[in-house]
């Protein structure tokens, strides 16, 4: 594809979202949903606070985002990874959006299968930050990360909203979705669940412009000065990884994209912290690089 990228959506206007309910899990775990203007329908986020968490307290905090993968959601970072171990002496807020099973962080041109057109990344970049600052103290310094699509949602937004994130780190994600196959792949995904196979950007062919402006790989330069972390393994299991054969499979199709950005900014000359080894496209390959990671993403937070 040889097009120029379209300009992206519009941020979202603030000062509309207000919560509908908030229930505390334990001492720092929040469930918590709001009605968003985005998505047309409440929205939810779960919400790990630090120890020392107050709302009343003057002090701002930093931000991690955690964002999950397709045909799952925020609770598969409580479910598949120590999480709530790992800060636990984090001085940070831990936020858990929920994305949809196949929602693709991405502001939709048609609706999905409950009749609305969602605009996803006007519910993470724009209503879900009103809602920290103004109720939670969050501050202006956010981390993102998320495993497949939402390694994707990770680099994605990173590149369309420069500044917005200070790091953002890809545990398998797709990074060149205009890749030869890749429209198709994403097409079947949205088949799986029963959503219109061009309801994200339009047809790859008559909208040429809406991938590219929804591309990590073509939006490369935009990623200059932000602090990145990529990684993709070869489809191959570590032992003892209780895995499905087809998880080494998807890895095996999924890796190139990110091989292929990794190219990209190399060409550009944008550094980024590169992990590479023996794993698939599955939560035990996942925990190992949030674990590899972590020194990054609290480096980038400033808790180091």
């Known amino acids: 594809m040889n097009h120029t990228p379209q300009t992206a959506s519009s941020p979202v206007a603030r000062g509309r979202v207000e919560i509908i309910s908030e229930v505390l899990h334990g001492r720092r775990l929040r469930e918590i949903t709001i009605s968003s203007h985005a998505l047309g ?35 598969s970072w409580m479910r598949e990874t120590a999480i709530v171990q790992l800060c636990e002496t984090l001085e940070a807020l831990v936020v858990l959006p929920d994305a949809g099973r196949i929602g693709f962080y991405t502001d939709w041109q048609r609706p999905d299968a409950s009749g609305s057109i969602p605009r996803w990344e006007g519910f993470h970049l724009d209503e879900l930050p009103e809602v920290l600052e103004t109720r939670y103290r969050a501050g202006p310094t956010r981390v993102v990360a998320g495993v497949s699509m939402g390694g994707y949602g990770a680099i994605v937004y990173a590149a369309k909203r420069p500044g917005t994130f200070v790091a953002a780190a890809s545990y398998s994600g797709l990074l060149h979705i205009t890749r030869r196959g890749m429209p198709t792949f994403i097409a079947t995904m949205l088949l799986r669940e ?82 590479r080894g ?14 590899r990671s972590w020194p990054f993403l609290v480096t980038a937070l400033g808790c180091a």
């Open 278 to 291: 023996h794993g698939t496209h599955e939560w035990p390959t996942w925990r190992r690089e949030l674990d």
């Open 194 to 275: 029963h959503e219109n196979h061009h309801a994200l950007w339009g047809s790859p062919r008559h909208n040429p412009g809406r991938w590219l402006a929804n591309d990590p790989y073509h939006l490369a330069e935009r990623l200059r000065g932000t602090a990145l972390y990529l990684s993709c393994g070869d489809g191959r299991p570590q032992a003892g990884d209780d895995v499905p054969r087809a998880s080494g499979l998807i890895e095996r199709w999924v890796a190139p994209t990110t091989e292929s950005i990794l190219a990209r900014l190399a060409a550009l000359g944008i550094p980024a912290t590169i992990s």
């Open 41 to 75: 329908r409440p929205a939810s986020f779960q919400l790990l606070t630090p120890p020392a968490f107050s709302t009343t307290s003057p002090r701002r905090w930093p931000v991690l985002v955690l964002l999950h993968g397709a045909d799952d959601g925020p609770g």
